[in-house]
């Protein structure tokens, strides 16, 4: 077979330089150390600028870094492991997992995304309640959540039992847990955070992240969806022997 075109295109620079920063990372910096600025490490490397920036935003990607607001740019520490998948499936907030209660929105608010909106189905047309939790792990926010809760799972809910605020939501997910949960499905996506994930997180508005969708489910159809943001540069997502992930892959066509 003749060599394609692509085994003829050389290594691009900032590739090449992203290793040797890598290796400088390990042997002259440590965890939390803040690196020297641009114009110093374009120097030092002796590359452009420019090539220095795609280099250290693939070992942004790459979790070898983090940027700070009011920081700069340090070494980050090794990537927490987070477990989003168990043998036994459960109803959000039903065991301690790390997950703090941060808001409810009323069932009234504003739709999600079309996406979820699609999970949900016929009961996206109804009103929602939107819980909002933060997971915390090592006394760092590791992830942002949205649970949205169709109206209809929570029958029981008043507005006396939850006036507002985070009494609300740890009222939404006390009624959901009253249901038998049939079952649950994921998926996990890589994404860019948007400005209130960021801010939650301590990141900069589109930084990696990793989208984590789980739909809960009951005989009479979809109970709940959740939408978790969590840190691409400091997690590693475990998943347990319920937790399967499905690998998909959707052509995409060029317009």
């Given at each position: 077979?003749?060599?394609?075109?692509?085994?003829?295109?050389?290594?691009?620079?900032?590739?090449?330089?992203?290793?040797?920063?890598?290796?400088?990372?390990?042997?002259?910096?440590?965890?939390?150390?803040?690196?020297?600025?641009?114009?110093?490490?374009?120097?030092?490397?002796?590359?452009?600028?420019?090539?220095?920036?795609?280099?250290?935003?693939?070992?942004?990607?790459?979790?070898?870094?983090?940027?700070?607001?009011?920081?700069?740019?340090?070494?980050?520490?090794?990537?927490?492991?987070?477990?989003?998948?168990?043998?036994?499936?459960?109803?959000?907030?039903?065991?301690v997992d790390g997950w703090e209660v941060v808001d409810a929105d009323p069932a009234d608010a504003a739709l999600p995304s079309a996406a979820v909106q699609k999970l949900l189905g016929g009961a996206a047309e109804r009103?929602?309640?939107?819980?909002?939790?933060?997971?915390?792990?090592?006394?760092?926010?590791?992830?942002?959540?949205?649970?949205?809760?169709?109206?209809?799972?929570?029958?029981?809910?008043?507005?006396?039992?939850?006036?507002?605020?985070?009494?609300?939501?740890?009222?939404?997910?006390?009624?959901?847990?009253?249901?038998?949960?049939?079952?649950?499905?994921?998926?996990?996506?890589?994404?860019?955070?948007?400005?209130?994930?960021?801010?939650?997180?301590?990141?900069?508005?589109?930084?990696?992240?990793?989208?984590?969708?789980?739909?809960?489910?009951?005989?009479?159809?979809?109970?709940?969806?959740?939408?978790?943001?969590?840190?691409?540069?400091?997690?590693?997502?475990?998943?347990?022997?319920?937790?399967?992930?499905?690998?998909?892959?959707?052509?995409?066509?060029?317009?």
């Amino acid at each position: 077979m003749g060599t394609t075109q692509l085994e003829t295109v050389p290594e691009p620079k900032y590739w090449h330089l992203k290793t040797v920063l890598s290796e400088a990372l390990d042997q002259d910096f440590a965890v939390g150390e803040v690196l020297p600025n641009e114009r110093e490490l374009a120097a030092r490397f002796g590359v452009a600028r420019a090539t220095l920036r795609q280099a250290l935003e693939q070992l942004e990607l790459e979790g070898r870094l983090q940027r700070r607001r009011g920081v700069g740019t340090t070494v980050a520490p090794p990537r927490v492991g987070v477990a989003v998948g168990s043998t036994g499936q459960s109803w959000p907030g039903e065991s301690v997992d790390g997950w703090e209660v941060v808001d409810a929105d009323p069932a009234d608010a504003a739709l999600p995304s079309a996406a979820v909106q699609k999970l949900l189905g016929g009961a996206a047309e109804r009103p929602l309640h939107t819980v909002r939790r933060t997971r915390v792990s090592h006394g760092q926010a590791v992830a942002a959540e949205l649970l949205y809760v169709p109206a209809a799972s929570v029958p029981g809910l008043s507005a006396i039992d939850a006036p507002a605020g985070p009494a609300r939501a740890r009222a939404v997910l006390r009624e959901l847990q009253r249901l038998a949960l049939d079952g649950q499905d994921r998926s996990v996506e890589l994404g860019s955070a948007r400005a209130d994930d960021a801010k939650e997180l301590d990141r900069l508005p589109g930084a990696p992240v990793l989208v984590v969708t789980t739909r809960y489910f009951t005989v009479a159809g979809t109970a709940a969806v959740s939408v978790a943001t969590y840190r691409a540069d400091t997690c590693r997502l475990t998943f347990g022997d319920s937790g399967d992930v499905e690998i998909t892959h959707e052509a995409r066509v060029a317009s």
